[in-house]
């Protein structure tokens, strides 16, 4: 095995070939569960009477997951054209297979419904925040100097929390890409994807999806800042560390203006209002306000104001924004096409891998190997491969199942993170620190990870390949780093 990825896609496949033996003992019992919690809006009062009972799905079933990994991570490097070419036609096609794999053999319509609202929220909330931030220009005429980036990054990082690691991302990374076009490297894009797309945001429930989904459950909007703190100041600061080593040996850097004004400035402030409507918009959810309107599915509220709010927003803004701004910002809609793309099919095709991995761990032989130290592993790993959002809810119903709490209650989730359970609070910060932290392990971790990469290749940097990015940066500087956040902060605590 030549990388974390192949290691990580095996272990899968093995876990859903080892798992039927369990799932038979109480199949309908597991399958009702994972359904509930790896949905990112359920309905805390759940009505026993919507549930339908439906098979787990078989071990091969994660094969068209695999195979669109493989060629994501291949495509770019082997069949460059074809696929350019060919992979919106490959990404619906697998994702659509798994699809009517749910519905006709294993008569599972809930799976897939509420995998395109999942889909529906995360493509909205990307398209609002890229086309709205598409229309800000923020002009940065100082010297790129690697104490300058780094001041970019931790800024970056700050503000991930207020408008979301998206958000941050789609603000910011174009500035930064036009400061430093003398010396460009793709060590640049790979540190903002750490640290602004992904580490930054570990704060606040707005910074990354899982932790607001632990928010809507019932964790406490002040426990990330609490908790989180300290690990994401360590891991912060070694990151910025790294960089500043990476960035002040860089001496390939092309001649720079000679005029140099030492100022920023700041054009589109109208779209700043549009930013603000679909950050507001987040919190425009059913499950905690009952008078926004949703569709009632299976005892659950599915949100869908927020989501059109989101797309009215978009429209409005690209309508509004100055057309030089878009203009100078090399605004086009390929990055954004390309991601839509891309994530339907990967939300379509890990249905089976999502479902077995949170039957296995809520199974009495899963539930015997929880403890922080498995938790922070477990979500952790799978949040590099698949969506961390719904890998946090299925990690945090496994952790809470196994000392007798329920996800599905609020009151349940809060007295979790108070620490009224045994060893609870370690484990809730193993999952929330895990799930946003490893999102940055693969390209497809996280959202914006996916979209920054797009950016940059659509102004001719060269990026590099899925398995180059674990290769040449996940392992060397991640793996240690999340290796000794483990041993300092969950390791040495129990």
């Known amino acids: 095995m030549h990388t974390v990825a192949t290691v990580l896609l095996v272990a ?50 994660v094969i068209p997951f695999i195979l669109l990994l493989t060629m994501i991570a291949t495509g770019p490097l082997f069949y460059e054209h074809f696929w350019h070419k060919n992979y919106p036609k490959i990404a619906v096609t697998l994702g659509a297979l798994v699809v009517l794999y749910y519905i006709f053999a294993l008569h599972n319509q809930h799976g897939p419904v509420h995998a395109f609202f999942e889909y529906f929220q995360f493509i909205s909330l990307l398209t609002g925040l890229f ?39 789609m603000l910011l990374i174009r500035p930064y890409l036009r400061l430093n076009k003398h010396r460009i490297r793709a060590y640049h894009i790979i540190f903002f994807i750490f640290i602004v797309s992904n580490i930054g945001g570990s704060l606040t429930p707005i910074g990354d999806p899982p932790l607001f989904l632990g928010f809507l459950k019932g964790v406490p909007f002040t426990w990330t800042l609490i908790h989180n703190l300290l690990p994401w100041s360590f891991a912060l600061a070694m990151l910025l560390l790294i960089f500043y080593i990476y960035d002040i040996r860089n001496k390939h850097a092309k001649k720079e203006p000679e005029v140099i004004h030492n100022r920023i400035t700041l054009h589109g402030h109208i779209n700043f209002v549009w930013l603000s409507m679909v950050v507001g918009a987040v919190f425009l959810d059913p499950n905690v306000l009952d008078w926004v309107p949703a569709i009632h599915y299976d005892g659950q509220k599915l949100s869908f104001l927020r989501e059109l709010i989101m797309l009215t927003v ?106 009224g359970y045994p060893d609870s609070i370690l484990m809730l910060q193993a999952i929330s620190v895990a799930a946003v932290f490893f999102g940055s392990m693969t390209y497809i971790g996280n959202g914006p990870n996916f979209m920054v990469k797009s950016i940059a290749e659509q102004l001719g940097i060269k990026m590099p390949s899925f ?17 000794l956040v483990w041993l300092i902060f969950f390791f040495a605590a129990g």
């Open 314 to 419: 978009s429209f409005l803004a690209y309508k509004t924004a100055n057309k030089e701004l878009l203009k100078q910002n090399d605004f086009s809609f390929e990055p954004i096409r390309e991601v839509a793309f891309i994530f339907i099919g990967i939300f379509g095709t890990m249905m089976p891998a999502l479902e077995l991995v949170g039957n296995f761990a809520q199974s009495p032989a899963g539930a015997e190997m929880i403890n922080h130290n498995t938790l922070y592993w477990g979500t952790g790993l799978l949040s590099g491969v698949l969506d961390n959002a719904p890998t946090y809810l299925n990690f945090l119903a496994a952790a809470m199942a196994s000392v007798g709490g329920d996800i599905n209650s609020i009151h349940s989730v809060m007295e979790f993170a108070k620490g």
């Open 131 to 169: 086309i709205a931030s598409g229309g800000i220009m923020i002009g940065i005429d100082k010297k790129a100097t690697p104490l300058m980036n780094v001041g970019i990054l931790f800024f970056g990082a700050i503000i991930s929390n207020i408008i979301g690691t998206t958000g941050a991302s």
């Open 12 to 61: 899968l496949v093995w876990l859903a070939g080892s798992l039927p033996a369990v799932a038979q003992a109480d199949t309908s019992q597991a399958s009702t569960v994972t359904e509930q919690t790896a949905t990112h809006s359920t309905d805390e009062h759940n009505t026993t009477g919507d549930e339908v009972h439906h098979s787990t799905p078989a071990g091969w079933s």
């Open 467 to 483: 398995f180059g990015y674990i290769l040449r940066f996940s392992i060397p500087v991640l793996v240690p780093l999340f290796f």
